[in-house]
């Protein structure tokens, strides 16, 4: 069992690639088909520049409050790659990657930044929550839709994300102690980027590692390098097939780093020096698996020029058609407080519209 | 006298108490080394020291529980919540613990603290990052609610908050942290908590606001020119609130508008109507009214300028209870 052999309470973290994409544990090596790889790979790219044009497009003043990605494309995408369609996705705000893997269109995922609800309007069957954005909030809701599928003999997980700095929350605890006590298929992501703001890990939490707040809790634990996607994919693997047979939740901690602000309000040179900065960029998920693929012979540099270029065209196209959305209309941001609007609103509704029609 | 913004007036006041009161400790998320994410508490770790200005453990209800503990062992807690929209897992603290300890100890314990927030919308923010939840804590006994409009007043007002003795929840309204400079004296003042202030007398209707809404009736009065004498009051404390400023001014002016950025139902305006009813009902030309936020969740920035309330909205309003 992984979780034996790279015990977080003896300092072992899970890796398969190193940061050159060299296997360094040929054993590990999953055996993942040649499309699969490739859909990870394209996935990890198109994270990773929609992340860089985003974060353009907000300071062109074009897209509104941002929280960027970059450096992280494999510890989301490595996740969802090895779940299977009836998994659940449980974000927290810094998943695009990963919700783009999940089947999440990259115009939904741009309209949320854009300031419009409809950017967490997914389709049922992509088994997406919305953006959370309550910190740890959401790990409470993975164990509810994990308790939800074992009473419902259903074959399906939660995966919960949450950031190093959620786990100081109340929230992270009671999630997953609740998912605990019950056995629930839950596996609880924690993509430690080192940072929560200004605020470094190490204010976080007086543990060595996350990972290793899972033995207090009775479940298994691992620290994984998060930029290595193959580790990512069999930490969750594993934990999915424990999950699936009763054996309860998993607590995976992606180590990681935040390349950009927390978001595009955020000055992180105020807080962090060039030097961990750029031995994270050295590091960066995106070129180790980039070698990978290419020793493997599944990938060219040519290729890689080729869909860089589709990628830019695509996501340029994309935000275009973002802004062609516009702003919202008043009858939809009055229209889902219930099913049914209440009388009381309805009559501000009309209100409002006899207002604008004497303003006009 | 110096020249400053609303944030620039709370910096130089907490350093202020700060220098003058060593049992004063800021602190919350990002708020040591940073000085916070709108840089309210900036340079006063630098100036006190890592124990009187810290970053915190990501964690509200924590904040807000260890700023009790402190605060019944002799230290003046001045913890930060982010953005008002994050206070909710704080909530329970607030409600069960800061605003009954007095009560429930017979008052061994008065818990003096100030728990500051920005809050409000307007700022094209994210989603939880522009509410006004005034009226949740308003409504709990024990808590002392106070939101100030300008430079001058959110010195004033902060200060007598880090000398009151009991909790003073302090609402920032962060739309107009920077948004206009004032003069204001660079040595102590205070200006007393539960005291409205008249920003303008007039004679033909009463307009209540607080925070960014009173530049936003100030901007109506300008729309409507001559032709409508407002009288506007900055309520500055939400609770306790003034009632003999607005009762005296309705009981002169015969017709009484509250506009406020928070949702309508069992919202603030609903209890101001109801003391204006009960006090100056013989006054009155029309019935008392309330301009607010509608009863639907805050939209996303795409649709938050149809729950904005603008100038010309508030002038409207104002012309429909004068001409009712």
Redesign the interface.
Known sequence: MLTKQYDPLKGKILEVLDYKGKIVNEKLEPKIDDETLLKMYKTMVLGRIADVKALQYQRQGRM??YAPIKGQEAAQVGVIAALEKQDWMVPAFREMAGMLYKGASLKQLYL?W????E?NHFDEDLRILP?S???A?QINHGAGVAYAAKVQKKEEVAVAYVGD??T????FHEGVNFAAVFDLPLIVIIQNNQW????PRE???KAETLAQKAVAYGIQGIQVDGNDPLAMYIAVQEARKRAIKGEGPTIIEALTYRLGPH?T??DPT??RKDEDVAYWEERDPIIRFKQYLIDKKLWTEKDDEKYNKETTDFVNKTFKEVEK????E?D???KY?FETM?K??AE??AD?KE?LK??K | MPVETILSAITNTLDEQMAKDDTIVVFGEDVGFEGGVFRATKGLQQKYGKERSFDSPLAESAIIGSAVGMAVNGLKPVPEIQFQGFVLPAFNQIVAHVARYRTRTKGTYSLPMVIRMPYGGGIRALEHHSESLESLFAHIPGLKVVIPSTPYDAKGLLTSALQDPDPVLFFEPKRIYRAFKQEIPDKEFKVPLGKAKVVKKGTDITVVAWGALVREVEKAIKLLGDDINVELIDLRTIQPYDKDTLVESVKKTGRFLVVHEAYKSFGPGAELISTINEKAFLYLEAPPTRLSGFDITVPLPKGEHHFIITPERIAHEIKKVVNF
């Open positions: 509104l409050t949320y854009y300031g419009n609800e950017g953006i954005v309550p910190i909030s700095g959620g100081s929350h109340g929230e929560a703001i200004s605020t204010v976080q939490t978001t309000s955020d105020i807080y959305t516009g702003l919202i008043l939809e941001v009055f407080t209440t009381d609103v501000q509704l409002y207002y004497e303003a």
